[in-house]
């Protein structure tokens, strides 16, 4: 059975979280309808995990596409290397893709999969904190583009996710700490108890206790589930879920995909978003210092980029998919456990916190 599941009608589907899945045969060929599979993963994640796949999928007809690792990969001409791979083997539309991997190839693939042959399914098998918590939930699919992070993609949901929480044991520190970002987001955003139960159990998660860690990953991915079933497309509350990512996607297009990890600039931006909330007098000081604490214990960066200067932010979030109407739209938190949408911001209170 699985853990979640995500409805969206006739696009619901399961979100498995547990121990050692990557042995479950069953539980991957249930959710292939064809014979043909293609999987999709990069140069540090082959050798840990793919052949482990493969051999839970010896009934299919199998290849695999790996990419470099890194955020910089996320980029068109990869996404034009794996079609120029699917065309080449002659995948049909009865083939699945497989993303193994991080947010970058679950993104990638995703978006593969919305465009190949006008949609083929494809399934998320995310082995990251930040892709297990956050980006393979919900259907946003991507690549980045040099003036823009995420400017090209698609609303495309999976067939199913696959969280097998033995895979967070290979992951570096630093890696592991820029998913917390999105972990805590979710506590600042909309769910207070989850806010003080992470200030509680910082320990536990940074030990990788797997009983803390599947109920962590459990608590982000019902969440995401709940707010993408009201609004898949992002045309109202979903936007909620970019608290952050307005000031941290100006830092890694100024800073170059990468150099910052998504998790690192999320991490510099919700710190920048609460200090903006104390500037309009929407949030406490002392909830402000509780954020900055909490982030902090998981040795992620407060502070934006010395490099980076007013007009460097400006100039990248005039880009910003939330903007309507040419007006700066950000996520601010109001309280720990509540944000909103503000299009009232000024370039001078930017340049207050800035």
């Not at 080449?88 to 993303?99: K, P, Q």
């Amino acid at each position: 059975m699985p853990t979640l599941q995500l409805e969206l009608g006739s696009r619901s589907y399961p979100i498995y979280i547990d121990s050692g899945l990557f042995n479950d045969a069953d539980l991957f060929s249930k959710h292939i309808r064809g014979k043909r599979v293609c999987i999709v993963t990069n140069n540090v994640v082959a050798p840990l995990y793919l052949d482990a796949i493969k051999d839970k999928l010896t009934q299919f007809s199998l290849d695999e596409v790996i990419l470099p690792d890194g955020e910089a990969e996320k980029s068109l001409a990869n996404f034009e290397h794996i079609m120029s791979h699917l065309l080449a083997n002659e995948h049909g539309r009865d083939t699945t893709l497989i993303a193994l991997g991080g947010g970058v190839i679950g993104d990638i693939t995703g978006f593969a999969a919305a465009c190949y042959q006008r949609g083929i399914d494809f399934i998320q098998i995310p082995t990251t904190v930040l892709s297990q918590v956050d980006s393979s939930v919900g259907g946003k699919t991507a690549v980045n583009h040099p003036l823009g992070k995420n400017m090209i993609g698609a609303f495309y949901q999976p067939k199913a996710v696959i969280i097998d929480i033995n895979s967070l044991a290979t992951l570096p520190v630093r890696e592991f700490n820029a998913g917390m970002a999105e972990v805590i987001k979710y506590g600042i955003l909309g769910d207070k108890d989850f806010f003080v139960w992470l200030e509680n159990n910082i320990a536990q998660i940074k030990s990788g206790d797997k009983q803390t860690l599947s109920i962590m990953i459990e608590k982000c991915c019902q969440c995401k589930a709940d707010i993408v079933a009201s609004d898949e497309t992002e045309a109202g509350v979903r936007a909620l879920l970019n608290l952050g990512h307005t000031f941290g996607h100006a830092i890694e297009a100024e800073q170059g995909y990468g150099n910052w990890l998504h998790g690192e600039a999320v991490a510099t931006g919700m710190v920048l978003a609460a200090k903006l909330a104390v500037a309009m007098n929407l949030l406490e000081v002392s909830e402000l210092c509780r954020i900055e604490s909490l982030i902090k214990a998981f040795d992620l960066p407060l502070i934006a980029p010395e490099s980076m200067d007013l007009d460097d932010f400006v100039r990248h979030m005039r880009r910003d998919k939330k903007n309507i109407g040419g007006k700066l739209r950000f996520i601010i938190p109001t309280s720990i456990g509540q944000s909103e949408i503000r299009d009232d911001v000024t370039v001078e209170m930017l340049q207050q916190i800035l």
